[in-house]
């Protein structure tokens, strides 16, 4: 007997009917209300929790019946902030009809209303999203239905970090979600708000079999925020403990306004920006592979680690730059700018507090080197390197060596941030230190010439530069050699200094300076002149008083001391009074009278000290100032016949 396709064909779809009328009449005679008891004792033998429907659940019979249910919660594990991991307003779920008569069943539409989703972790960092497989007794499987169309509004979605105690909220606008079959991939698209922080999301993720699979995870994503543009391809190896990351970055914009808000600082005034690199799971934390900075005009690049474990995020870093512009990273009108242009100290020193909340946020180790460091347009250091130990926000840079104006800087210093009266603290020296190329480069003048080495062992305590100023102690030693300063920048100077200087130069010829001893004592911002001596061809002078940082001002007594008795009337003290910016600059009046009287006898002592100056052939293995300050070399020198074509030397009073 010969069986026609046709009859076939009609037999199966009568068949087909049949079924689909079946399947109609019985969920036209469902009462829903009934079924309460037995879904939610389905969710608790599949997952060990709690599935309570408090709301009316209704359908609407079609060929996608929706099934829609009200007021849904889903319990938490027991060790749990809250009672439910999950709740919803509202949830309407569109069925093909056909995929009920087979293993898989397929979901058209899925909609949540309202919903709110805690994810947290406990002090051993197990999620509570992690729940009891299949009904033990039955050793049955949980199917998980394959979503077509996901659309969820008006949500919420809570992170809580259980070791850390840090929690993120998330207001979630809206989030769409689409694939065509379980083994395509979903497209996502996102509008959320983050602390009032809005951004956007879209792209491509992995599909249904892919997440179920337990293979990879892949994520091709593009974010949007504010002036952020966050490009993130690669995939995922372990979804639900978020492990195996593999990762390419790119994050780019105008300025680092967006980020600014997510760590509650001011940063409109940082950028533009780029940042890529290439992330993967270290096991601690997230590695960075070819990390690149550009921000501004600097530039960063080199290897890192982000670390979770402890009770902050740990950076390890090792960096290298061509180019580093200070500017770039602390803002233009980040405590830079000359001297008396902050309105919050009216002076030299900002009364503005430094800006440490992010070191208090976070933990950093490892070292730095760059090429060129600009701090503005007229200081810059070069081939500087460092290593850089940040923890529970005390910062310690350790190991410092830089090029600094034709000489070497070298030293550490360390700050913590944490206590209400923050201290502060650094050992720096600088050895070979050009003072007139730095003072050309600063514009300041051109006509001086010299070099200096300076050691600096300083404490201070305070949230700004003025606190810093005015609880300033320790010490600051200076030796300086030859050195020159210009007639005509002698000539070009006011406050009658022409005339004073001129006393301490011969002849119209430039200011020859042989040799600059200065050692600073300094408590509670008060500096005090110990010894500062400063040797010229025709003069000796000495420098005794104090500046007052705290105050900004300064009280002064220069003391020359002429080696030519023709020269001695010109040799007038000095007061340098006033502000640090203003000084009034006059003789003083009794020092002028005690010099004149002591014309006779040449006997002035210019240092407070009471050292005897000394510049003499036989010490000329050290820099003779401080040979002056040398009590055995003073006596060997004063021991040794005079010549009357000699400079004088004075003695000790």
Same mark, same amino acid.
């Given at each position: 007997?010969?069986?026609?396709?046709?009859?076939? %064909?009609?037999?199966?779809?009568?068949? &087909?009917?049949?079924?689909?009328?079946?399947?109609?009449?019985?969920?036209?005679?469902?009462?829903?209300?009934?079924?309460?008891?037995?879904?939610?004792?389905? +969710?608790?033998?599949?997952?060990?929790?709690?599935?309570?429907?408090?709301?009316?659940?209704?359908?609407?019979? @079609?060929?996608?019946?929706?099934?829609?249910?009200?007021?849904?919660?889903?319990?938490?594990?027991?060790?749990?902030?809250?009672?439910?991991?999950?709740?919803?307003?509202?949830?309407?779920?569109?069925?093909?009809?056909?995929?009920?008569?087979?293993?898989?069943?397929?979901?058209?539409?899925?909609?949540?209303?309202?919903?709110?989703?805690?994810?947290?972790?406990?002090?051993?960092?197990?999620?509570?999203?992690?729940?009891?497989?299949?009904?033990?007794?039955?050793?049955?499987?949980?199917?998980?239905? +394959?979503?077509?169309?996901?659309?969820?509004?008006?949500?919420? %979605?809570?992170?809580?970090?259980?070791?850390?105690?840090?929690?993120?909220?998330?207001?979630? !606008?809206?989030?769409?979600?689409?694939?065509?079959?379980?083994?395509?991939?979903?497209?996502?698209?996102?509008?959320?708000?983050?602390?009032?922080?809005?951004?956007?999301?879209?792209?491509?993720?992995?599909?249904?079999?892919?997440?179920?699979?337990?293979?990879?995870?892949?994520?091709?994503?593009?974010?949007?925020?504010?002036?952020?543009? $966050?490009?993130?391809?690669?995939?995922?190896?372990?979804?639900?403990?978020?492990?195996?990351?593999?990762?390419?970055?790119?994050?780019?914009?105008?300025?680092?306004?967006?980020?600014?808000?997510?760590?509650? !600082?001011? $940063?409109?005034?940082?950028?533009?920006?780029?940042?890529?690199?290439? $992330?993967?799971?270290?096991?601690?934390?997230?590695?960075?592979?070819?990390?690149?900075?550009?921000?501004?005009?600097?530039?960063?690049?080199?290897?890192?680690?982000?670390?979770?474990?402890?009770?902050?995020?740990?950076?390890?870093?090792?960096?290298?730059?061509?180019?580093?512009?200070?500017?770039?990273?602390?803002?233009?009108?980040?405590?830079?700018?000359?001297?008396?242009?902050?309105?919050?100290?009216?002076?030299?020193?900002?009364?503005?507090?430094?800006?440490?909340?992010?070191?208090?946020?976070?933990?950093?180790?490892?070292?730095?080197?760059?090429? *060129?460091?600009?701090?503005?347009?007229?200081?810059?250091?070069?081939?500087?390197?460092?290593?850089?130990?940040?923890?529970?926000?005390?910062?310690?840079?350790?190991?410092? *060596?830089?090029?600094?104006?034709?000489?070497?800087?070298?030293?550490?210093? @360390?700050?913590?941030?944490?206590?209400?009266?923050?201290?502060?603290?650094?050992?720096?020296?600088?050895?070979?230190?050009?003072?007139?190329?730095?003072?050309?480069?600063?514009?300041?003048?051109?006509?001086?010439?010299?070099?200096?080495?300076?050691? +600096?062992?300083?404490?201070?305590?305070?949230?700004?530069?003025?606190?810093?100023?005015?609880?300033?102690?320790?010490?600051?030693?200076?030796?300086?050699?030859?050195?020159?300063?210009? @007639?005509?920048?002698?000539?070009?100077?006011?406050?009658? &200094?022409?005339?004073?200087?001129?006393?301490?130069?011969?002849?119209?010829?430039?200011?020859?300076?042989?040799?600059?001893?200065?050692?600073?004592?300094?408590?509670?911002?008060?500096?005090?002149?110990?010894?500062?001596?400063?040797?010229?061809?025709?003069?000796?002078?000495?420098?005794?008083? !104090?500046?007052?940082?705290?105050?900004?001002?300064?009280?002064?007594?220069?003391?020359?001391?002429?080696?030519?008795?023709? $020269?001695?009337?010109?040799?007038?003290?000095?007061?340098?009074?006033?502000?640090?910016?203003?000084?009034?600059?006059?003789?003083?009046?009794?020092?002028?009278?005690?010099?004149?009287?002591?014309?006779?006898?040449?006997?002035?002592?210019?240092?407070?000290?009471?050292?005897?100056?000394?510049?003499?052939?036989?010490?000329?293995?050290?820099?003779?100032?401080?040979?002056?300050?040398?009590?055995?070399?003073?006596?060997?020198?004063?021991?040794?016949?005079?010549?009357?074509?000699?400079?004088?030397?004075?003695?000790?009073?």
């Amino acid at each position: 007997m010969k069986i026609k396709i046709k009859w076939v %064909a009609t037999a199966l779809a009568a068949i &087909l009917a049949g079924v689909v009328v079946t399947v109609y009449a019985v969920l036209a005679s469902l009462d829903f209300d009934d079924l309460r008891g037995a879904i939610e004792a389905q +969710a608790k033998a599949a997952t060990g929790r709690s599935l309570k429907i408090a709301g009316p659940m209704n359908l609407e019979v @079609s060929l996608s019946p929706t099934l829609t249910i009200e007021k849904v919660t889903f319990g938490n594990a027991e060790w749990g902030t809250w009672p439910e991991l999950f709740s919803v307003r509202r949830l309407e779920v569109e069925v093909e009809l056909l995929s009920l008569l087979s293993g898989v069943i397929q979901v058209r539409r899925l909609i949540a209303i309202e919903p709110t989703v805690l994810l947290e972790t406990n002090l051993r960092g197990q999620g509570n999203w992690i729940v009891a497989g299949a009904d033990t007794q039955t050793g049955g499987t949980t199917t998980i239905p +394959a979503f077509r169309r996901i659309e969820i509004s008006d949500g919420s %979605a809570i992170f809580r970090d259980g070791r850390s105690g840090q929690e993120f909220l998330i207001k979630l !606008e809206s989030l769409k979600a689409w694939a065509e079959t379980p083994a395509s991939p979903s497209k996502v698209s996102l509008k959320a708000n983050y602390n009032g922080f809005e951004f956007g999301a879209g792209g491509t993720l992995g599909s249904r079999d892919a997440l179920l699979g337990g293979g990879r995870f892949p994520v091709d994503l593009e974010i949007e925020a504010r002036d952020i543009l $966050l490009k993130a391809k690669g995939s995922i190896g372990d979804l639900a403990a978020f492990q195996g990351l593999v990762m390419d970055i790119d994050m780019r914009g105008q300025s680092l306004s967006g980020l600014g808000l997510l760590i509650g !600082e001011d $940063l409109t005034s940082l950028g533009p920006y780029i940042l890529t690199g290439h $992330l993967s799971d270290t096991g601690s934390g997230i590695g960075i592979e070819k990390f690149s900075l550009s921000l501004g005009d600097s530039k960063l690049a080199g290897d890192a680690e982000l670390l979770f474990a402890g009770e902050r995020p740990k950076i390890t870093a090792n960096l290298k730059s061509d180019t580093l512009d200070i500017d770039d990273f602390i803002g233009s009108d980040g405590g830079g700018g000359e001297p008396g242009d902050d309105p919050e100290s009216g002076g030299i020193f900002s009364g503005q507090p430094l800006p440490v909340t992010a070191l208090q946020t976070i933990d950093v180790f490892g070292t730095l080197s760059a090429g *060129q460091v600009r701090f503005d347009d007229k200081t810059m250091m070069s081939d500087l390197s460092l290593v850089i130990d940040l923890e529970k926000g005390r910062l310690d840079l350790t190991d410092i *060596q830089a090029g600094f104006s034709g000489g070497l800087l070298s030293g550490a210093l @360390s700050y913590d941030t944490v206590p209400a009266d923050p201290p502060l603290s650094f050992d720096l020296r600088a050895s070979g230190f050009d003072y007139g190329h730095f003072l050309q480069g600063r514009d300041i003048t051109g006509g001086v010439d010299g070099k200096l080495d300076a050691v +600096a062992k300083l404490n201070a305590t305070g949230k700004s530069m003025r606190d810093w100023a005015g609880s300033l102690n320790g010490r600051i030693d200076i030796t300086g050699g030859e050195g020159r300063i210009r @007639s005509e920048l002698l000539g070009a100077s006011g406050a009658g &200094l022409s005339d004073v200087f001129s006393a301490w130069r011969e002849g119209d010829d430039d200011l020859q300076l042989n040799c600059v001893v200065m050692r600073l004592p300094i408590e509670k911002g008060v500096v005090k002149t110990e010894a500062v001596l400063i040797d010229t061809a025709a003069v000796t002078v000495g420098v005794s008083g !104090e500046v007052k940082l705290g105050e900004e001002s300064l009280d002064l007594k220069v003391t020359p001391q002429a080696k030519h008795t023709s $020269l001695m009337s010109l040799a007038v003290p000095l007061r340098v009074t006033g502000p640090i910016l203003e000084p009034s600059v006059g003789p003083d009046a009794i020092g002028t009278v005690l010099g004149m009287a002591k014309i006779a006898g040449m006997v002035l002592n210019p240092l407070v000290a009471g050292a005897v100056i000394v510049l003499e052939s036989e010490i000329s293995d050290k820099n003779p100032c401080v040979a002056a300050l040398d009590p055995e070399g003073a006596a060997k020198a004063r021991s040794q016949p005079k010549d009357d074509n000699e400079p004088v030397t004075p003695r000790d009073n």
